[in-house]
């Protein structure tokens, strides 16, 4: 609501006192990044389970604006792999990734995920950090949702600490320059 | 019939092809040759009932002559029946499939053509089914090792070397009591 002409001073108006804040746009960004990832479930095994119980009503991912899993990476901020990944999945993970639309951030829930775990063998991928960047590693054989939810909220506490609005104009500076 | 009369009769049909039967703890094993393994699979199926594939598997003996053994578990929901088939194998000979008879057979001649490289003639579709088309190798011969070796086909697949810090954390078959046979007792003492 707009006061009349005669009221208002030149470059106050006191109406909308209470509806602005001053922040840093970086944090601005951040927050509404922070709040609302849109998981990419990539379940390739018995972590998958773990997943999904953190999503159901018990865990209830949707207190960390999480739920919105994506079965589209077009879609999807975040991208939790869940299980062993096997050599025959390891390049469609790594395409599924490319397809995610930046920023984007990867959790590579459980042993398998982040290290091979116990397959000490030749199908298995020695964690899919060797095909794309992990941001936060979860331990467990299966970890429990509480787990997985931690694992978010280190997620979010290091998306808070980005520089996201000066590293995304770099990154248009260096596209127009190229 | 139960499996021991079964496997009387089979003796009987079948003659100098059958090597050797074995009876254990209520399981009933024939070992036949090679040659007249599909005759006696077929005889099985359609004289004595054996109308379930359970498993077709493999084994590597190697060193030994001939090196491979096909392996095929048979079941009959008739008569509830159990009958395991065994046909040693050499390294260049082909199998003749199954799948004409178990239609089942067919995948599962793929899992042994593709783990352990033993061809199948006549097989309709004789791809590998775990690993992808154009691996080098058969990762369950004895001569493959556990931690795999390194392979690349650009936008198919690639294998690694894995890394075997305190491995390879596999029994000893054969050795001894349950201590000896542990993975642990194999480490230099800490």
Redesign the interface.
């Known amino acids: 609501m707009v006061a009349p002409a005669d009221q208002t001073l030149a470059a106050y108006d006191s109406k909308v006192e209470g509806n602005v804040i001053f922040t840093k746009l970086d944090a601005a960004i951040n927050w509404m990044r922070k709040n609302s990832m849109w998981p990419m479930p990539m379940g390739l095994a018995c972590c998958a389970i773990e997943m999904m119980a953190a999503a159901c009503s018990r865990y209830d991912l949707s207190r960390f604006g999480a739920e919105v899993m994506r079965f589209s990476p077009r879609q999807a901020d975040v991208m939790i792999v869940a299980g062993t990944v096997t050599?025959?999945m390891?390049?469609a993970v790594k395409r599924v990734w490319d397809q995610m639309p930046a920023p984007k951030w990867c959790i590579a829930m459980g042993a398998c995920a982040s290290s091979?775990g116990?397959?000490?063998?030749?199908?298995?991928?020695?964690g899919i950090d060797?095909l794309i960047p992990v941001d936060v590693y979860i331990s467990g054989c299966p970890p429990r949702p509480e787990a997985l939810l931690e694992g978010l909220m280190r997620l979010q506490h290091k998306i808070e600490t980005e520089h996201s609005f000066v590293e995304q104009k770099k990154e248009l500076i260096d596209e127009l320059t190229a | 019939m139960n499996a021991a009369e079964m496997v009387q009769a089979l003796k009987q049909k079948f003659g100098d092809a059958v090597l050797e039967t074995k009876e254990f703890r209520g399981e009933h094993t024939l070992v036949v040759k090679l040659a007249s393994a599909k005759p006696l699979l077929k005889y099985c199926r359609d004289e004595l009932n054996f109308d379930y594939l359970v498993d077709v598997s493999s084994l590597d003996y190697m060193g030994k002559e001939p090196r491979f053994e096909m392996v095929y578990e048979l079941y009959g929901y008739g008569h509830l029946q159990y009958l395991r088939v065994r046909a040693a194998v050499a390294e260049d000979e082909e199998v003749p499939t199954v799948s004409d008879i178990w239609p089942t057979a067919d995948w599962h001649e793929r899992e042994v053509y593709d783990m352990m490289g033993i061809k199948f003639s006549g097989h309709p579709d004789l791809r590998r089914i775990l690993m992808w088309e154009g691996y080098p190798y058969f990762p369950l011969r004895k001569d493959f090792p556990l931690e795999g070796k390194p392979s690349e086909m650009p936008e198919v697949g690639f294998t690694k070397v894995a890394p075997m810090a305190d491995g390879p954390f596999v029994t000893s078959a054969g050795c001894g009591d349950t201590v000896t046979r542990e993975p642990r007792s194999r480490r230099p003492s800490a």
């Open positions: 050599y025959k390891a390049l091979g116990m397959y000490r063998s030749y199908a298995v991928l020695q060797q």
